[in-house]
Nanobody, 121 residues
């Protein structure tokens, strides 16, 4: 069993940066890939980024590639999402999830409660 708690969201202006954290409980955390997804109001939840359990491989959606960086510290059971050059269209609730290395929501077994990111123009 893995429990995930996101933090670090907030209200920022366009062009600013934020770093989201996903803190996990459970001794087997390093065996899971961790993904970040986001859901804007009235829209489907979409893939943002994923990192393997070892931290050696990452993948990003085209909309955030080059602006966002996913990383993890398995000693701290934490995954980070560094978000730079934020745009109003990045506004959403951001969720982290633990499971298989994939872009598909159904491949993830555990989800956090989400953290709101709002980017003003």
């Amino acid at each position: 069993q893995v429990q995930l708690v996101e933090s670090g969201g907030g209200l920022v202006q366009a062009g600013a940066s934020l770093r989201l954290s996903c803190a996990a409980s459970g001794r087997t955390f390093s065996s899971y890939a961790v993904g970040w997804f986001r859901q804007a109001s009235g829209k489907e939840r979409e893939f943002v980024a994923v990192i393997r359990g070892s931290g050696t491989t990452t993948d990003y959606s085209n909309s955030v590639k080059g602006r966002f960086t996913i990383s993890r510290d398995n000693a701290k059971n934490t995954v980070y999402l560094q978000m730079n050059s934020l745009k109003p269209e990045d506004t959403a609730v951001y969720y982290c999830a633990a499971g298989s290395y994939a872009r598909v929501k159904s491949w993830y077994d555990y989800w956090g409660q989400g953290t709101q990111v709002t980017v003003s123009s």
